[in-house]
């Protein structure tokens, strides 16, 4: 079995030369298996191990005797441990959680704390076949769709902001495997009485279903059920791959908000549809646990119906019917981008900050010249600058603001202008404008408009340049890469797991 673990790790490229892992031991036959192989490994290679043994105060001198097994074990084998104890059932009450859910957190947490203080990059669990399964049944009975599936995977990246890598060498082999290999190498080891009792959910499927399957059904149910969920993860790779390509094609991202057309959306399969909607989901929150098929059937159910509709999914996060898209936002707050403007007259010439957008507006006054080139450009505009009778003012919309929308004087209310071009009721009072008085220059968000009565034409003499400028390098310096802002793209941060054992 030694050579069949080696080559699993070797083909999953899980472990490295030089790499300084964290391994988590329970006492139990799993973890002692999976930290006497990674011993023998680190014998023939350049191999850090940092042993962690967590007492999770649930099981009174049964804990402290495996505890004592641990160290034993690891000063046999010359390797370093850390042992730690925490009451479990009162942080399970405290925050509401299970036990189960305790445990875990307070392991992640404990492993994450080890590998910072060692500089270690991996954390090493003891998984196997047999808990496979067990977590593709537990999702099953929970009504999971084709991710939940796929079961465990060889190696993933914490997805809490820690780059570590959590890795199972024994996701190859059988648990019955494990014990014969313990057996072979003379190798004894600890039995948690709790994994005897049907206290809890998995123990449930592991003593009384997947036994029963093994027993009156087919002695290779437990490696059938593994090997599908092997099958599921290649559909599913061929299926993210193409929400992924989606994603960027049809999906607008401001400032943690998503809008995502919705004749684009409904040209896609229902599977990539609701997959778009899980992975933004994901994507806002670093997590999916809560969220269930009925929140991302009511998101795309909004595609049919009227606008300003609401749905309030999980995690503080709503979905908003808007004229074209459906937005998905925090409840909380709106962007700093939406937020409401403070007033601020602009200096002409000179550079004015917008106060809460980090925005700035750099002006300019020159004389127009005939044949001059107009910059074809959303975030930098040309004014007839003798057409203004006011001090330039750049704020959020007023009471009476209207613009000019045509070369024969016509004019036409900010609120009407904002229904024609589509602007959500909720995003009206937040939009940026440039305005002399009531009459709106420029409206830079909405289509970049800018009103006719002040556009460059023969008889203009001279210039007022605007140029705006985020100085975060976001939305507007997005719209021409020629403008030399100072600003650059950010990418994106791409972003639950099953209950991990020592």
């Known amino acids: 079995m030694y050579e069949k673990v080696c080559s699993f790790i070797s083909e999953n490229n899980l472990i490295e030369d030089n790499d300084r892992i964290v391994v988590g031991v329970s006492g139990g036959a799993d973890s002692v298996c999976l930290l006497n192989i990674l011993h023998r490994l680190s014998?023939?290679?350049n191999i850090r191990l940092f042993a962690v043994h967590i007492n999770h105060g649930l099981r009174g001198t049964e804990a402290d005797l495996d505890e004592e097994f641990v160290k034993k074990i690891c000063v046999q084998w010359g390797i370093e441990l850390f042992s730690f104890s925490y009451d479990v059932r009162r942080i399970a009450s405290c925050e509401g959680l299970t036990e189960e859910e305790a445990g875990r957190y307070i392991r992640y947490r404990t492993f994450y704390d080890v590998c910072e203080k060692n500089a270690c990059s991996k954390i090493a669990v003891a998984h196997n076949k047999n808990d496979n399964a067990e977590t593709f049944l537990f999702n099953l009975f929970r009504g999971s769709g084709i991710k939940g599936l796929t079961g465990m995977q060889p190696k993933r990246?914490?997805?809490?902001?820690?780059?570590?890598?959590?890795?199972?060498?024994?996701?190859c082999v059988e648990r019955k495997e494990i014990e014969a290999y313990l057996q072979s190498e003379g190798i004894?080891?600890?039995?948690?009485?709790?994994?005897?009792?049907?206290?809890y959910t998995r123990n449930r499927i592991r003593n009384r279903i997947l036994a029963y399957a093994a027993e009156e059904i087919n002695r290779q149910a437990i490696k059938n059920i593994h090997e599908a969920s092997l099958r599921l993860q290649e559909a599913w790779d061929y299926i993210e791959d193409n929400i992924s390509l989606c994603y960027k094609e049809i999906v607008e991202c401001r400032s943690n908000e998503y809008r995502i057309p919705v004749k684009a959306l409904l040209k896609e399969a229902a599977i990539i549809?609701?997959?778009?909607?899980?992975?933004?989901?994901?994507?806002?929150t670093g997590r999916l646990r809560d969220l269930e098929a009925k929140h991302i059937d009511a998101v795309l159910a909004l595609c049919g119906r009227q606008v300003g509709k609401l749905v309030q999914l999980p995690y503080g996060i709503v979905a908003e019917r808007e004229y074209d898209n459906i937005l998905l936002r925090h409840i909380s707050s709106r962007s700093r981008e939406n937020s409401?403007?403070?007033?601020?007259?602009?200096?002409?010439?000179g550079t004015t900050r917008i106060t809460g957008r980090d925005l700035i507006v750099i002006t300019e006054l020159f004389e127009y010249k005939k044949d001059m080139q107009i910059p074809k450009n959303s975030c930098i505009?040309?004014?007839?600058?003798?057409?203004?009778?006011?001090?330039v003012e750049i704020r959020s919309r007023r009471e009476g603001d209207y613009l000019c929308i045509n070369s024969s004087g016509g004019i036409k209310k900010l609120?009407?202008?904002?229904?024609?071009?589509?602007?959500?009721k909720s995003l009206r009072d937040n939009q940026l404008l440039v305005t002399d008085g009531s009459h709106v220059i420029w409206i830079p968000e909405a289509g970049s408009r800018i009103s006719e009565y002040y556009k460059v034409d023969k008889s203009t003499r001279n210039i007022l340049l605007m140029k705006l400028i985020n100085m975060e390098g976001d939305y507007y310096d997005r719209q021409d890469k020629s403008i030399d802002s100072g600003g650059t793209d950010r990418e994106e941060n791409q972003g639950a797991g099953t209950a991990d054992k020592q």
């Open 157 to 171: 990246t914490a997805t809490d902001g820690h780059n570590i890598d959590i890795i199972r060498p024994l996701l």
């Open 273 to 284: 549809q609701k997959g778009l909607i899980r992975h933004i989901i994901e994507k806002m």
């Open 415 to 424: 609120k009407d202008y904002f229904i024609d071009v589509k602007i959500p």
């Open 340 to 349: 409401l403007v403070e007033p601020v007259t602009v200096k002409i010439p």
């Open 188 to 199: 004894s080891y600890r039995t948690d009485s709790s994994n005897l009792s049907d206290d």
């Open 43 to 45: 014998r023939n290679r």
């Open 381 to 391: 505009k040309w004014f007839d600058y003798d057409k203004i009778k006011n001090a």
